[in-house]
């Protein structure tokens, strides 16, 4: 793994087993849960059953002179365990002098030491970040962008739990949840306590279980917007309002919705044929939902497509800021997209 490059969280997971250890892992990103699961991965890789409690420590950033505190404990030799492992969360919140100590560390770290950076984001405008980046070990933990992310982590679950599902289990747990993988964490745990610890998960289970999730609602939302079919896109919305669904919630998912809408109309103006779209240019949207998106596309012009951009930016400025019932709001919303 080339050190000054931020390999995606799958990516470094897929290939951390078989790589030789760093000195310096820096896990960054917008996603707290993705960043705990790499630590916990990395964490149990190197830590032996016999010293938890003195061969691992874990800081946070805002503690008093956690720097010092860090490097400290990097230099203690391990007790039991071939390496000593020093978690430093938050480094994003250190103060400067703090920060410029781990730099310092980092430059010529202990090699029976591992030292594992939690942060947000990395600003590589600064000094510290620049000089800690080129000898870490770097992996982002985006939040989902699309249902495809959510599949994938899925993936990824069941092998290690020795789960099996279908593609079409798999394909309505991921239509059936929010973009969040906590949230999918929960909904797949709560589906393995419900199957009573069965190996083989069926769309039944799933159906049961997950399968009416308020996701799925946005989703039948987004179909009738699709076919501009006022009436029943009302009916759904109303629907979800009664349920206390979030305004904010809805322009996301329907945000995401034309974004893909945008994307196909613009492979048509490239002349990219409709069977090549679907086949190759929409990972995101489940095979078997493509040719529906492109029918979705071609009932909207480029020019209704961005008025429903100004649409929705407007409707997340509401929402967000003034004193309005989100069933205005979103009605509002929902009659002048199928107007566009």
Known sequence: MKKNIALPHYEFLKKFSEQKPQPIYYVFGTDNYLKDQVVKVIISRFKSS?????????????????GFSAVEQLEMMPFIAKYRIVILKNFDTMNISDKNLIAQYTQNPVNTSILVLTADKIDERTK???????????????????????????????????????????????RSI??????????????????????????????????KSRTNKVYDLQNEIGNKNLKKALII???????????????????????????IKALQKNNISNPEIENRYLPEIFFSF??????????????SIKEVFSLL????????????????????????ICKC
């Not at 999918?184 to 799933?206: P, Q, R, W």
């Not at 930016?313 to 003034?322: F, G, N, P, R």
């Open 237 to 263: 919305l109303e629907n979800m309002i009664v349920n206390n669904e979030s305004a904010v919630f809805i322009i996301i998912m329907l945000s995401n919705f034309f974004r893909v809408l945008w994307k």
């Open 313 to 336: 930016l407007q409707a997340d400025i509401d929402a967000k800021s003034l004193n309005l019932k989100d069933e205005i709001i979103l009605e509002t919303l929902v009659y002048k």
């Open 178 to 211: 929010e973009l969040d993988y906590q949230y999918a964490a929960s909904e797949l745990e709560k589906l393995i306590i419900f199957t009573k610890g069965k190996k083989n998960i069926t769309i039944e289970d799933v159906k049961e279980t997950v399968g």
């Open 290 to 303: 493509r040719k529906n998106h492109i029918s979705y596309a071609n009932k909207y012009t480029d020019s």
């Open 128 to 174: 510290v970040n620049k000089l800690i980046s080129e000898n870490a070990q770097k992996i982002i933990c985006r939040s989902p962008y699309s249902s495809a992310d959510i599949l994938r982590w899925l993936n990824i679950e069941i092998k290690e739990k020795n789960i099996t599902m279908d593609n079409k289990s798999k394909e309505l747990f991921t």
């Open 50 to 66: 016999d010293s938890d409690d003195f061969d691992s420590v874990i800081l946070h950033g805002n503690d008093a002179n956690c």
